[in-house]
Each structure stands twice: as C-alpha cells, then as structure tokens.
C-alpha cells in the first residue's frame, strides 16, 4: 500500500512565479492536511480538506495561498506570486476519519524562492 | 498559539542509553500524539495516548500521560543510532477532534 505522495519534492521558483504542490494520500483516505515548516521548528497547520471540500483553512493566508481536493486527483496546494517569505517545506498528511486518528505523512515539497 | 512545548530541544547521549523526552500543553486534550522525523522526510506516527490513559508501550517505547500536570513523556529505551531523529508531541483538543497542534520539537542524536 503506497504511502503518501507529494511531489515535486523540491521546486525551486523566482520571486512572481506560482508554486503547485500535489499531494496523493493514502488509498482509502479521504482527508487531507496541508503543513508548513521552518528549518527547526514544528508544523503549522495550513488547511484542511475532504473531497471536494475545505473544512477549515483558518491557517491559510487568505491572499496568494488556495487548496483543493478534487473527486478525481490530487490535492493541490497553489501558491501564487511566491516571494521569499514562502521558502519553506510543505508537507501533506492523510487520515482515513477525520476525528483523532493518527496521520500518515508525505516526504513534504522543500520550495524554495529566490 | 503553541499547545505542545517539548523539552529538552535538544539531546545527545550513547547509544545504548535510555533516551526521555517531554511535551507540555496548556489545555484540556482529547488525545497526545507522539512523531518522529528524520531529516529531510515527513513525520511518522509513534504512539497515540487517550486522555483517560495513563501509559502505553510500542517496542522500545513508553509514553507517559499526566492530565494534572498537562505533560506527556516518551521514553526510548536501549537507543539505537537509528533513533537520531526529531520527536515531537501533537495534541487535539475538546474544541477540535481533527486539528493536531505541534510542539517544536526535540532533537535526538545517538552517538555510537
């Protein structure tokens, strides 16, 4: 059984240009967690979606940053006119129920904006 | 604002030696997740604690529960140079049964 997938697993873009970010959970999972993390330190929560549903996006920038979870697909995380500020690892986690159940989490995208 | 706050930040001991972590939080919980991330990959699911428990083991490891005291400690016994890693506690509360809240996290070296 595959684990989660995330790609690409670095992506490098210039300050102006939009970064996507896909994530493919687990089979049989239908939630989905989008994370960011700073070199040393925790996660912070971004969004959460079901399919073809966000459920809570309170951790999400409400400018520049959108997700989504389609029926068919990946999930994406786009992030449009990057600046430096963004440089950082994304990482995607999927669950089977959304209520208290241990994650399973992708290798994360390490964007970086120069 | 953080719930999970882990201490030490960081730890290097031989291997061989018993290894303990510890995690705070501030508000009443539903349960206490303990994942560990090796450098550069995402995070594995160690052990999940209820908040009516008080201990559970997994192998090598034991995790401890102290509602009173909002602390939660892992212990890794017998280290093994493949336990260098980060550990971190993640928490979800009464007010949301899916939002996990992160510490920063303990960084663990084994020597060997």
Known sequence: NAGVMQNPRHLVRRRGQEARLRCSPMKGHSHVYWY???PE?????MVYLQK???IDESGM??????????????????????VRGDSAAYFCASSPTGNNSPLHFGNGTRLTVT | ???GEEDPQALSIQEGENATMNCSYKTSINNLQWYRQN????????????????????????VTLDTSKKSSSLLITASRAADTASY????????????????AGTKLIIKP
């Open chain 1, 36 to 38: 960011r993390q700073l």
């Open chain 1, 41 to 45: 330190e925790g996660l912070k929560f």
């Open chain 1, 52 to 54: 073809e549903n966000i």
């Open chain 1, 61 to 82: 920038p409400k400018e520049r940053f959108s997700a989504e979870f389609p029926k068919e697909g990946p999930s994406i995380l786009r992030i449009q006119q990057v």
């Open chain 2, 1 to 3: 604002s953080q719930q």
């Open chain 2, 39 to 62: 450098s550069g990959r995402g995070l594995v699911h160690l052990i999940l604690i209820r908040s009516n428990e008080r201990e559970k083991h997994s192998g090598r490891l034991r």
């Open chain 2, 88 to 103: 971190f506690c993640a928490t979800t509360t009464m007010d949301s049964n899916y939002q996990l809240i992160w510490g």
